[in-house]
Structure formats: structure tokens, C-alpha cells
């Protein structure tokens, strides 16, 4: 289980590199656009059956994975944002704020624009709100292609070019692809295309990742892949990991959720405990936040992550502590 991947090595964390073959490719998309856009049936139409974790938690829609599309030389994760719209309430700034947030985190960004509508404000405006992040790529997806003779889908990617120019300059969007998830037309091309803004890096996620694992069990996946790398070898089998409770916060406002969540890491000898801990604490350190951004991206929502490292004493060889442990 893997952790939210950003440009910070530090922070990403990766599956052990053997395996995968040179150049693979892995990284966070996230498909925005105004509503009836087309983004919830590509989405569908791009993962196909392998439908992947999403969160239980629907109203914090921050990092919510709605799906992974698993290749064999590559794997997207596609992240859901709230709505991005032209804000006329505070609430509806916050909900901004927290897509641009979110958009700041995804390596690339499909920017769905119905081939069957004219051009809007409403795209306009988010087309500058993509244009604020910094050269991030956005490629334009026409969606719909179905609806429209060829005359009009020619007329509407035209459109779409102009509206590259007119808000990213003369580089215009990274690439336009046109695109029906009703017939299939061009979903492997999206796929393609949005892989080659992809950074190199191990898969994020296991291959045949599936929504019917609860919560508690990838949270303490995540925690366990984090705490084992770089120490694999010396620890592969003497590490449990048991997620004590996932609880919220009290007393936060609903804009601003926080989840308390405590796991305790058992190892079998003071000499391991010293391994997980690291000199003054520093590793666990660096477990805890890089266990924190998969959390975060797993549960949509900020938390507190409070990790203890504990000896249970060969608990691998004793039946009681092996079901205390959830063996």
C-alpha cells in the first residue's frame, strides 16, 4: 500500500523498485470542469472494472481517490476535487481553496470541456484557475464526442485551442484529445496521454487495489510500508501494525475536519524498536509524515497521525498476542 507521491523525495513514498519495469510511470490526475462536464463518466470509463479505494467519508472531498488505472508500464491515480465554480459564498471560496490545494498536489490535471456546448464563462474561469498553478500540465479532454457530427467536434477543438492560447499563452494546453466515454471513442488515447506527464516512479498503489478493504486495514498497510523503508531487510516479518482509533476531532469546525488517528507498531526486540525509532526519534519522524500524506489522501481529510513503538515480545510464536494483533 503507498503513500501520496508529490515532487519532494522525502515525501514519496515507493514500492520496492525491482519489478517494475524501466520508465515506469506513476502519478496523481485529477479531471475538473463545470458540472455535466463528463468528469464522473470518464472517470468510470478510464478505470474500467478496477474501480479503487474511496473514502466512506463523502463529505470531505479532499484527495478522495476515485479510481487507479493499473498498466503495465504505468499507473494512474485519479483524485476527485469539489466542484471548482465561481464562488459567491465564503463556503464557496473555501471549497476553491481547498481544489486549488489539492490541484497544487496532482501531477497533472485533464480539463474536461463538453463537445456539445459552447465555450462558457464558467470554463473560462476555471481555465485561469488552472492557469494560477504554475505550469502545471492540463491537457484539454473534449468530452462527449458522441453528441456532435464531425463538423462540430472540428469547430469545438478549434474553440478549445483558441481558449489554450488566450489563458496559457502560446503553449496553449500540453494536448487536446477528443473523447467519448459512451463509446469507448479515445479512452485508451486519454490514458496514454495523461501518462506522459507522469513523473518515473514505482507503482502507488498495489496492482488489483479494490474499494472493499476498510479503512483501518490501509491505514495500517500505509504505516507498515512506510516504517519498512529502507529497513526491509532487517525487519521484514517482525513488524505488526495495529490502528488503535481512527477519531475526529473534537471541537473543529466542518470546513475544517481533523481526524485523530493512533497506531502502535510492534516489534519483537528492544534492538528493532531502536531501528524504527532512529537516532533521537528522527526516523519515526520521517515515517509519520510520509505514512500522513497516503493517510490523508486514503481518508480525504486532514489528520494527526500518533504512531508508538511498542515490543511485544515474540508475539509471531504466541497465539494470544498474534489475535491481539489481528493475526
Same mark, same amino acid.
Given at each position: 500500500?503507498?503513500?501520496?507521491?508529490?515532487?519532494?523525495?522525502?515525501?514519496?513514498?515507493?514500492?520496492?523498485?525491482?519489478?517494475?519495469?524501466?520508465?515506469?510511470?506513476?502519478?496523481?490526475?485529477?479531471?475538473?470542469?463545470?458540472?455535466?462536464?463528463?468528469?464522473?463518466?470518464?472517470?468510470?470509463?478510464?478505470?474500467?472494472?478496477?474501480?479503487?479505494?474511496?473514502?466512506?467519508?463523502?463529505?470531505?472531498?479532499?484527495?478522495?481517490?476515485?479510481?487507479?488505472?493499473?498498466?503495465?508500464?504505468?499507473?494512474?491515480? $485519479? &483524485?476527485?476535487?469539489?466542484? #471548482?465554480?465561481?464562488? !459567491?459564498?465564503? =463556503?464557496?471560496?473555501? /471549497?476553491?481553496?481547498? %481544489?486549488?490545494?489539492?490541484?497544487?498536489?496532482?501531477?497533472?490535471?485533464?480539463?474536461?470541456?463538453?463537445?456539445?456546448?459552447?465555450?462558457?464563462?464558467?470554463?473560462?474561469?476555471?481555465?485561469?484557475?488552472?492557469?494560477?498553478?504554475?505550469?502545471?500540465?492540463?491537457?484539454?479532454?473534449?468530452?462527449?464526442?458522441?453528441?456532435?457530427?464531425?463538423?462540430?467536434?472540428?469547430?469545438?477543438?478549434?474553440?478549445?485551442?483558441?481558449?489554450?492560447?488566450?489563458?496559457?499563452?502560446?503553449?496553449?494546453?500540453?494536448?487536446?484529445?477528443?473523447?467519448?466515454?459512451?463509446?469507448?471513442?479515445?479512452?485508451?488515447?486519454?490514458?496514454?496521454?495523461?501518462?506522459?506527464?507522469?513523473?518515473?516512479?514505482?507503482?502507488?498503489?498495489?496492482?488489483?487495489?479494490?474499494?472493499?478493504?476498510?479503512?483501518?486495514?490501509?491505514?495500517?498497510? $500505509? &504505516?507498515?510500508?512506510?516504517? #519498512?523503508?529502507?529497513? !526491509?531487510?532487517? =525487519?521484514?516479518?517482525? /513488524?505488526?501494525?495495529? %490502528?488503535?482509533?481512527?477519531?475526529?476531532?473534537?471541537?473543529?469546525?466542518?470546513?475544517?475536519?481533523?481526524?485523530?488517528?493512533?497506531?502502535?507498531?510492534?516489534?519483537?526486540?528492544?534492538?528493532?524498536?531502536?531501528?524504527?525509532?532512529?537516532?533521537?526519534?528522527?526516523?519515526?519522524?520521517?515515517?509519520?509524515?510520509?505514512?500522513?500524506?497516503?493517510?490523508?489522501?486514503?481518508?480525504?481529510?486532514?489528520?494527526?497521525?500518533?504512531?508508538?513503538?511498542?515490543?511485544?515480545?515474540?508475539?509471531?510464536?504466541?497465539?494470544?498476542?498474534?489475535?491481539?494483533?489481528?493475526?
Amino acid at each position: 500500500m503507498n503513500s501520496h507521491h508529490d515532487k519532494h523525495p522525502a515525501k514519496t513514498v515507493a514500492m520496492p523498485t525491482s519489478g517494475w519495469p524501466e520508465g515506469y510511470r506513476a502519478g496523481f490526475v485529477s479531471l475538473v470542469g463545470r458540472p455535466n462536464a463528463g468528469k464522473s463518466t470518464l472517470t468510470n470509463a478510464l478505470v474500467g472494472q478496477k474501480v479503487a479505494i474511496t473514502s466512506a467519508k463523502p463529505q470531505t472531498t479532499r484527495h478522495t481517490i476515485r479510481g487507479i488505472v493499473h498498466r503495465s508500464d504505468a499507473q494512474l491515480v $485519479l &483524485v476527485d476535487t469539489p466542484g #471548482l465554480h465561481r464562488p !459567491r459564498t465564503l =463556503l464557496g471560496q473555501r /471549497l476553491n481553496d481547498l %481544489v486549488a490545494d489539492t490541484l497544487a498536489e496532482v501531477d497533472a490535471i485533464g480539463f474536461c470541456l463538453p463537445a456539445n456546448e459552447k465555450i462558457g464563462p464558467g470554463d473560462k474561469f476555471i481555465a485561469k484557475q488552472l492557469a494560477a498553478l504554475n505550469r502545471k500540465p492540463v491537457v484539454a479532454l473534449v468530452t462527449k464526442t458522441d453528441l456532435v457530427d464531425r463538423a462540430a467536434l472540428a469547430e469545438q477543438l478549434l474553440a478549445v485551442t483558441r481558449l489554450g492560447t488566450e489563458i496559457f499563452g502560446a503553449e496553449g494546453f500540453r494536448d487536446i484529445v477528443p473523447v467519448s466515454a459512451a463509446d469507448g471513442f479515445q479512452v485508451d488515447t486519454v490514458t496514454d496521454v495523461l501518462i506522459t506527464h507522469m513523473p518515473v516512479s514505482p507503482p502507488l498503489y498495489p496492482d488489483g487495489e479494490l474499494t472493499d478493504e476498510p479503512e483501518a486495514v490501509m491505514v495500517a498497510e $500505509l &504505516v507498515r510500508e512506510a516504517a #519498512l523503508e529502507g529497513v !526491509r531487510d532487517e =525487519l521484514p516479518h517482525s /513488524l505488526a501494525v495495529v %490502528v488503535e482509533e481512527i477519531v475526529p476531532r473534537e471541537g473543529r469546525s466542518p470546513e475544517n475536519p481533523l481526524l485523530d488517528v493512533r497506531v502502535n507498531l510492534f516489534v519483537e526486540r528492544s534492538s528493532q524498536k531502536a531501528i524504527i525509532i532512529g537516532k533521537g526519534g528522527a526516523r519515526l519522524r520521517e515515517v509519520g509524515t510520509r505514512a500522513r500524506h497516503g493517510i490523508e489522501a486514503l481518508l480525504g481529510t486532514r489528520i494527526y497521525l500518533d504512531l508508538h513503538v511498542k515490543i511485544a515480545k515474540d508475539w509471531q510464536r504466541d497465539p494470544k498476542q498474534l489475535v491481539r494483533l489481528g493475526f
